[in-house]
T-cell receptor
Framework: DTAVSQTPKYLVTQMGNDKSIKCEQNLGHDTMYWYKQDSKKFLKIMFSYNNKELIINETVPNRFSPKSPDKAHLNLHINSLELGDSAVYFC??????????????FGPGTRLTVL | GENVEQHPSTLSVQEGDSAVIKCTYSDSASNYFPWYKQELGKGPQLIIDIRSNVGEKKDQRIAVTLNKTAKHFSLHITETQPEDSAVYFCAASIDNYGQNFVFGPGTRLSVLP
């Protein structure tokens, strides 16, 4: 009954590889996000999707691409992985339009280690 | 763009004491201020939030105060318990279509038994 789930929880890979992280939410929310948390715990938004439309794209390298097959899923694809991509990646979702609060609900995170 | 600062970066208190974490923001248009708690190995979880039309909000041992004029807001935890030990993040957001949350750098709270 997890609200926001991510797979895998841990991902270890070599530099130059391409990898994907999956995210699913069963809250019926309209907007989903990807955040990167670095080793100093700083949380920085990478992307958000609302009804399949990208509405925020911070200064993230184009090696990172979000893919949303439907409203409940937002996957993160990373090409040509670099050492600096090592971090914990969090997926989140929020209700848009309907409620009076815009709380973001976070998944458990995916720890990516690039060797 | 919005900039959120948070102090202190680390905080140690004795069990039963109070803890206060302060945040400042730069964009006067921000109108939503949530606080998240992140335990080791887990994702951030919302613990309390406040909107700009309210000056204070309380939920049991947790309270948040907002001073819009000074552009700062604070988290207050009373009667701290060891399970309150975690990293706490404040955030500021403008309630528009962009849903752009800007998080503070976090405060590591340790409650000593």
């Amino acid at each position: 009954d997890t609200a926001v789930s991510q797979t895998p929880k841990y991902l270890v890979t070599q530099m130059g590889n391409d990898k994907s992280i999956k995210c699913e939410q069963n809250l019926g929310h309209d907007t989903m996000y990807w955040y990167k948390q670095d080793s100093k715990k700083f949380l920085k938004i990478m992307f958000s999707y609302n009804n399949k439309e990208l509405i925020i794209n911070e200064t993230v390298p184009n090696r990172f691409s979000p893919k949303s097959p439907d409203k409940a899923h937002l996957n993160l694809h990373i090409n040509s992985l670099e050492l600096g991509d090592s971090a914990v990646y969090f997926c989140a979702s929020s209700l848009r339009g309907g409620g009076s609060t815009d709380t973001q609900y976070f998944g458990p995170g995916t720890r990516l280690t690039v060797l | 763009g919005e900039n959120v600062e948070q102090h202190p970066s680390t905080l140690s208190v004795q069990e039963g004491d109070s803890a206060v974490i302060k945040c400042t923001y730069s964009d006067s248009a921000s109108n939503y201020f949530p606080w998240y708690k992140q335990e080791l190995g887990k994702g951030p979880q919302l613990i309390i939030d406040i909107r700009s039309n309210v000056g204070e909000k309380k939920d049991q041992r947790i309270a948040v105060t907002l001073n819009k004029t000074a552009k700062h807001f604070s988290l207050h935890i009373t009667e701290t318990q060891p399970e309150d030990s975690a990293v706490y993040f404040c955030a500021a957001s403008i309630d528009n279509y962009g849903q752009n949350f800007v998080f503070g750098p976090g405060t590591r709270l340790s409650v000593l038994p």
